[in-house]
């Protein structure tokens, strides 16, 4: 009798799920929040696999709330009957100083808020970290590549020059 292949599923209890690592450089993050998201069962189980994108996420505002949009959750394979949809418009749990303000920045001109990490916290709850910022110019990219070149540089040669 041949043996079955058990999948090995890694469970995220708290930690990391996905992280937007392109939001700092393509804007001038001014501030960050940390919010909670309004969630189904099977996306939850879904990211508890640790199978999420959020790097084309950003947040909207309707009706003085904020939601998550164009976050990619894939649908969990034992759903059973209840599913959801993977690129749904997810609510963002803040206080309502919290979304005042963002809701404020957002009509100043050139402000966007997008979604930087997505996580879960100790008590194993859902987060996400959203940014507040600027979308910055090719100039400003293509210094901060500079920047980023030379430090690397800078530690090479003081590693170099300590050995």
């Known amino acids: 009798m041949a043996k079955k292949d058990k999948k090995q599923t890694s469970l995220i209890s708290h930690g990391l799920v996905a992280q937007n690592r392109k939001a700092r450089f393509n804007y001038e993050i001014e501030d960050t929040f940390e919010a909670g998201l309004m969630l189904v069962g099977s996306e939850v189980k879904s990211l508890r696999l640790g199978k999420a994108n959020i790097t084309e996420a950003f947040v909207t505002e309707k009706d003085g709330e904020l939601y998550l949009t164009n976050a990619y959750i894939s649908e969990y394979e034992n759903k059973g009957y209840s599913g959801h949809e993977e690129r749904r418009e997810r609510k963002i749990l803040l206080n309502q100083k919290e979304i005042n ?4 920045a957002i009509s ?3 402000y966007s808020v997008v979604a930087m990490k997505l ?3 100790k008590f194993g709850k859902a987060k996400i970290e959203i940014g507040l910022g600027k979308g910055k110019k ?5 210094q901060t590549e500079k920047d980023r070149d030379w430090s ?6 003081l590693k170099t020059y300590n050995n």
Do not use: T
């Open 138 to 142: 090719l100039h400003d990219k293509r």
């Open 119 to 121: 996580y879960f916290n």
């Open 152 to 157: 690397k540089n800078q530690q090479r040669l």
């Open 108 to 110: 100043k001109k050139g």
């Open 101 to 104: 303000d963002i809701i404020g």
